[in-house]
């Protein structure tokens, strides 16, 4: 192996962005506004991919005959929000096999320490982590290996993926380093900021909005009607304090300050427009005008979703050719990477 190098040489190739969603249940609210409708965005600006990892899928139990089938819905979801094929590459992951070939590479790079440090282990594994597998321990190398495959420069995650990006960052500059490659991975930087970044709970807003809540009325699906959301949205827990007129009163009142972040979000305002706007009213007053604004942004959602999901045929095709974009352009990157480590090729 070639001699660990110090020099640190910056990443010269374009700017790319990689994100991907697990296929493990309807998508809600929280996905669309801390991930979907940014993807939307920045397909405009960024040559994008966006993937379904059903890779990271199966290191939790899950059902084997409707791992297809809740592939096809998050594509589906991709495509309602407005991701356009033709201006962003969507995929399943399972179907590039460069992710699983550099996750190897990278197994080998990475170091245990760093792993035993990652926070959602310990929360997935729980009190008994020796029965859980390796796949649960291992998965963040293999995000590493989802973004690094395709140089990506910049990821949209949450808070609770930034450890995660942090890793990627120190298996590449490990990689770059340890191999004398000085500069062949980037350093792939967090995009966390925006509205939306985290939508809590509709009954806890200590606890992000999750699809694996028990209880439906902690979140918005966008699988839901109108009559439903505005359910939700009346029964969601408040206190009994009117509106304040600053975000700073909003401190320490966790319900109240994620309603006026989803309104804030879905309109594409600050917060304190908000407040501007309902200081002093109750929630009789705000709720009602938080669910116009809800169903008014996710119905035509809800709409072209249903519509994919009538069409299997051609959420499949948009997975076949974007599989096919997607290895088009890690292939190339994990076939350099072997030469680097020294692998025997012919001639």
Same mark, same amino acid.
């Given at each position: 192996?070639?001699?660990?190098?110090?020099?640190?040489?910056?990443?010269?190739?374009?700017?790319?962005?990689?994100?991907?969603?697990?296929?493990?249940?309807?998508?809600?609210?929280?996905?669309?506004?801390?991930?979907?409708?940014?993807?939307?965005?920045?397909?405009?600006?960024?040559?994008?991919?966006?993937?379904?990892?059903?890779?990271?899928?199966?290191?939790?139990?899950?059902?084997?005959?409707?791992?297809?089938?809740?592939?096809?819905?998050?594509?589906?979801?991709?495509?309602?929000?407005?991701?356009?094929?033709?201006?962003?590459?969507?995929?399943?992951?399972?179907?590039?096999?460069?992710?699983?070939?550099?996750?190897?590479?990278?197994?080998?790079?990475?170091?245990?320490?760093?792993?035993?440090?990652?926070?959602?282990?310990?929360?997935?594994?729980?009190?008994?982590?020796?029965? =859980?597998?390796?796949?649960?321990?291992?998965?963040?190398?293999?995000?590493?290996?989802?973004?690094?495959?395709?140089?990506?420069?910049?990821?949209?995650?949450?808070?609770?993926?930034?450890?995660?990006?942090?890793?990627?960052?120190?298996?590449?500059?490990?990689?770059?380093?340890?191999?004398?490659?000085?500069?062949?991975?980037?350093?792939?930087?967090?995009?966390?900021?925006?509205?939306?970044?985290?939508?809590?709970?509709?009954?806890?807003?200590?606890?992000?909005?999750?699809?694996?809540?028990?209880?439906?009325?902690?979140?918005?699906?966008?699988?839901?009607?109108?009559?439903?959301?505005?359910?939700?949205?009346?029964? =969601?827990?408040?206190?009994?304090?009117?509106?304040?007129?600053?975000?700073?009163?909003?401190?320490?009142?966790?319900?109240?300050?994620?309603?006026?972040?989803?309104?804030?979000?879905?309109?594409?305002?600050?917060?304190?427009?908000?407040?501007?706007?309902?200081?002093?009213?109750?929630?009789?007053?705000?709720?009602?005008?938080?669910?116009?604004?809800?169903?008014?942004?996710?119905?035509?959602?809800?709409?072209?979703?249903?519509?994919?999901?009538?069409?299997?045929?051609?959420?499949?095709?948009?997975?076949?050719?974007?599989?096919?974009? =997607?290895?088009?352009?890690?292939?190339?990157?994990?076939?350099?990477?072997?030469?680097?480590?020294?692998?025997?090729?012919?001639?």
């Amino acid at each position: 192996m070639t001699a660990m190098t110090d020099e640190i040489v910056q990443y010269s190739g374009p700017e790319r962005v990689f994100s991907g969603v697990q296929p493990t249940g309807n998508l809600h609210l929280g996905n669309y506004l801390g991930a979907l409708k940014k993807f939307v965005t920045l397909q405009d600006s960024h040559d994008c991919l966006f993937c379904v990892v059903d890779l990271h899928a199966i290191t939790m139990p899950y059902d084997a005959g409707q791992m297809k089938n809740n592939t096809r819905q998050i594509a589906a979801a991709f495509l309602a929000a407005g991701l356009k094929p033709d201006r962003a590459v969507i995929f399943a992951q399972s179907s590039v096999s460069a992710h699983t070939e550099l996750c190897w590479y990278f197994n080998c790079v990475a170091r245990m320490g760093w792993l035993e440090r990652m926070t959602q282990f310990k929360d997935k594994a729980g009190k008994d982590k020796e029965r =859980a597998s390796v796949g649960i321990f291992d998965y963040p190398v293999l995000q590493a290996a989802d973004i690094l495959a395709y140089k990506a420069t910049h990821v949209p995650v949450g808070e609770d993926q930034k450890q995660h990006l942090e890793l990627s960052r120190d298996i590449a500059d490990r990689f770059n380093r340890e191999f004398n490659a000085p500069g062949f991975f980037p350093l792939p930087e967090p995009l966390i900021k925006g509205p939306g970044a985290r939508i809590m709970s509709l009954k806890d807003g200590s606890k992000k909005m999750s699809k694996s809540d028990p209880s439906d009325l902690s979140r918005i699906n966008l699988t839901d009607d109108a009559d439903t959301m505005a359910r939700k949205i009346k029964k =969601a827990k408040t206190d009994p304090e009117p509106l304040p007129a600053s975000m700073d009163e909003l401190s320490e009142r966790p319900e109240a300050r994620n309603l006026v972040g989803i309104y804030a979000a879905l309109k594409g305002c600050e917060d304190q427009a908000v407040l501007d706007e309902f200081s002093g009213q109750g929630f009789g007053a705000f709720k009602p005008a938080l669910a116009e604004v809800v169903i008014e942004s996710l119905a035509p959602v809800t709409k072209q979703y249903n519509e994919w999901l009538a069409e299997p045929d051609a959420i499949d095709e948009v997975l076949a050719k974007g599989g096919e974009q =997607a290895a088009a352009i890690a292939n190339p990157v994990v076939a350099e990477v072997r030469d680097i480590i020294g692998f025997w090729r012919k001639g």
